[in-house]
């Protein structure tokens, strides 16, 4: 292996790259959003690589992972068509009938409900459309919403972690080394299933006495009505499908990107009376352009090789020890989810293991170790994830909304009941690591590529 020499293309891109990060992690301290963070650097880094010589507008757009932002894009797009159908009210109700007052009953079922759909969508939009339906049943039926807002935003992030799909952390991996929806949920879920399970169990010891209150029955007068029947189950039909289409998306040579734009266009044609500027109006612009940027940071930082001048360091830890060094990077990547946004901390790991695996490292335990540990950590505080500050934000809104600063997730809350869960998921997912290691430590297949046009 070639032994990089220090250079100033590198200390440059490592300052720059640097002082982003700082910015996107203290939005909440100088105030400046994190998009707007991201778009300084990018830019930054490709004016400067540019007059330095390692970096230029070309190489900034072949640096952006296309088939994440597209994936995400379409996968928000049909969540914008399908909310306002009121199809997602009507489960929420059928949850809160279904558990007939028993309240850790009907956290478990909302929890399972939020689990499920979060192994297609993603976490952050699960939580968008649940945290609302969670209060206005909770007052409804005249009992605290704390219990159950925070249930959804950890089982999210916790069945978030199942699938290609469910988390933005695993679609840049997936597409990084080109995992399979199949490969990745083969691996993950039972990890996943154990710490579900727990967390359930710890919800129900954490929360015992609000639990444990009578509620008052939810009337009917307080229900939104089913008001686009057609386009509702035809996305329900259309996410099915698209199900198939993930799993066998090897198979068929398309990338996952595609199959969510099929699915988007299907859905735009069983529902023909669809505003389609409207539904695109819903769409989380800023976190593409966020994904966008932090792809340009990350590619003008490898393009001056000082990624790759890391992982030459931290290669003969994997040779030695390749256990040992999956399970700290699954640590340390969980404590930095917990204090910092998991997305950042994955996008600058990746072109270190690409690195890693070009030298003929065998990275595939390491994937799983970094998904877990960005998945897991992001229950350990409030800033761990944006589906987390989504909760904190709307339980704010609700305790002033009411006069009342108990109904309000504080920080200190987040840390008694959310650390736990995090630590003791961890525990899990390390014993499933240890035990199955030979599982784990198998390389991924080779994935035949389409031979090219002409």
Not at 118 to 138: A, K
Not at 147 to 176: K, R, Y
Request: net charge negative; aromatic share 10%.
């Amino acid at each position: 292996m070639e032994t990089l020499i220090w250079n100033n293309d590198m200390l440059v891109s490592g300052i720059l790259l640097a002082i982003t990060f700082a910015a996107i992690f203290t939005e909440g301290i100088h105030g400046v959003h994190r998009v707007k963070c991201a778009m300084i650097g990018a830019a930054t880094m490709v004016v400067v690589g540019q007059i330095m010589g390692f970096y230029d507008p070309v190489g900034a757009v072949e640096s952006i992972d296309w088939n994440v932002i597209l994936l995400l894009g379409c996968m928000m797009t049909i969540v914008a068509i399908m909310i306002p159908t009121g199809g997602f009210q009507q489960l929420a109700y059928w949850v809160a009938d279904f558990s007939a007052g028993r309240l850790f009953l009907l956290l478990a079922l909302m929890g399972t409900l939020v689990t499920v759909l979060s192994l297609l969508l993603d976490n952050v939009t699960t939580v968008v459309i649940f945290g609302p339906l969670i209060i206005l049943i909770c007052q409804a039926m005249r009992i605290t919403a704390i219990p159950f807002l925070l249930a959804a935003a950890l089982l999210s992030d916790t069945g978030g972690v199942a699938t290609l799909v469910g988390d933005p952390p695993n679609i840049m991996i997936g597409s990084e080394f080109n995992i399979s929806f199949n490969e990745f949920a083969q691996h993950m879920f039972l990890m996943v299933l154990v710490a579900w399970l727990v967390i359930l169990v710890f919800l129900r010891y954490l929360f015992r006495k609000e639990l444990e209150v009578k509620p008052a029955p939810l009337e009917l007068e307080d229900r939104e009505k089913l008001v686009d029947p057609r386009t509702w189950y035809g996305s329900l039909a259309i996410l099915v499908i698209m199900v198939v289409g993930f799993m066998a998306h090897n198979a068929l040579h398309w990338e996952p990107w595609f199959v969510s734009a099929l699915g988007l266009a299907g859905l735009a044609i069983i529902g023909n009376k669809l505003d389609m500027e409207e539904s695109f109006a819903r769409t989380e612009l800023a976190l593409l352009m966020f994904f966008a940027c932090l792809f340009i940071i990350v590619g003008g930082v490898e393009h001056s090789q000082f990624l790759q001048y890391i992982g030459q360091f931290v290669i003969p830890y994997a040779e030695n020890n390749l256990l040992m060094a999956t399970l700290l990077l699954m640590w340390v990547a969980a404590i930095l989810s917990a204090a910092i946004d998991n997305i950042p901390f994955t996008a600058a790991m990746l072109p270190i293991l690409v690195s890693m695996d070009a030298q003929g490292i065998n990275v595939t335990p390491l994937l799983w170790g970094l998904a877990a540990g960005v998945g897991m950590g992001g229950n350990g505080t409030h800033l761990g994830s944006t589906a987390n500050v989504f909760i904190v934000s709307i339980s704010e809104k609700m305790a002033k909304d009411a006069g009342d600063p108990s109904l309000a997730i504080t920080p200190g809350l987040w840390f008694r009941k959310g650390l736990p869960v995090m630590l003791i998921t961890l525990v899990c997912c390390t014993i499933i690591m240890y035990l199955f290691w030979g599982f784990f430590e198998s390389p991924l297949r080779e994935i035949p590529l389409l031979p090219p046009a002409g």
